[in-house]
């Protein structure tokens, strides 16, 4: 059995100012095993970002817990989270400013991270990344010289620079065109197939149909899950095939630890709730939710 990645345990995070507290994550229970490949939606405010953040060791968790590779991010110091940034995460932001020092070329944002570490022969390996993601012709440019599309692919090449156990990814093709973004897919699909531990946030429909599994975050919580079907698992790079459109997956509701689940709002909506009971019945091996 693959070991836990990641495991978070009724993860509470609370924004407070003078005048109000925000409760982005509100008890959010997910395990991603290690070598899996997931994909986190939701809409604005739904607290999935809230929740990359934390993975990444950017923000810390009000109450819960919170491993990263068996590591506790709840009792850190500052100096092991520097450390924890450095060697178990690789980022991959949407913002290409966050990922490339622009007054650097290419080869030299990638071996930047390698600088920090122990790592050896960092030219050859720079080189190794740039290619991998199609990019070592474009070695010697600097971020101005780069189309988005080609700065998000050397973004991927950064973050694996220190080879980390887990490498999340925030909306990585949420600015380029449809080819480039089949590319990074592609890209991140061979990295898995390697054992890379993958999470990514996006709003890219075509994408989250091709994941093998996609988690949904609504208001602080895992709702739902996603799954891709058997008949499309290795499919995945056939273009006859219309991502957008196409049912590739299994829907499923998810059970918290207290046995609670989320109902869509439009399932509510169709049974013209008055309040906020409902009747539960067990029928035929079935659990009933109607209207009162």
Do not use: C
């Not at 990019?135 to 080609?150: A, I, Q, T």
């Not at 156990?165 to 897919?185: C, H, N, Q, R, Y």
């Not at 049912?247 to 169709?270: K, N």
């Amino acid at each position: 059995m693959a070991e836990d990645m990641i495991r978070a345990d009724g993860l509470v995070k609370i924004y407070k100012t003078k005048e109000t507290e925000v409760l982005a994550l509100q008890g959010l229970d997910l395990t991603v095993e290690q070598g899996e490949l997931t994909a986190i939606i939701g809409n604005s405010g739904s607290g999935k970002s809230t929740f990359l953040n934390m993975i990444g060791g950017l923000d810390r968790p009000s109450a819960g817990s919170l491993f990263v590779a068996g590591s506790n991010l709840f009792t850190m110091t500052e100096k092991e989270l520097v450390k924890y940034k450095r060697d178990t995460v690789g980022f991959v932001w949407q913002n290409n400013g966050r990922n490339m020092l622009p007054f650097l070329s290419a080869i030299e944002n990638v071996m930047l991270p390698m600088n920090l570490s122990s790592t050896k022969h960092k030219h050859d390996k720079a080189m190794e990344l740039l290619e991998m993601v199609g990019m070592s012709h474009k070695k010697n440019n600097r971020m101005n010289m780069l189309s988005g599309g080609e700065q998000q692919r050397i973004a991927i090449a950064i973050a694996l620079a220190n080879s980390p156990k887990l490498l999340l990814a925030d909306e990585p093709t949420g600015s380029v065109d449809f080819k480039t973004a089949d590319f990074i897919f592609d890209v991140f699909t061979e990295l898995n197939k390697n054992g890379q531990t993958i999470l990514i946030v996006t709003h890219d429909m075509a994408l989250s149909k091709k994941v093998k599994r996609v988690v949904a975050i609504r208001d602080g919580k895992i709702s739902s899950e996603r799954v891709l079907k058997e008949a499309y698992a290795d499919r995945l790079k056939e273009t006859n095939i219309d991502w957008r459109e196409e049912d590739t997956q299994d829907e499923y509701a998810v059970l918290d630890r207290a046995g609670r689940v989320q109902i869509p709002h439009e399932l509510i909506e169709s049974i013209d709730l008055n309040d906020n009971k409902v009747k539960i019945a067990l029928k035929d091996n079935e659990i009933i939710i109607s209207k009162p």
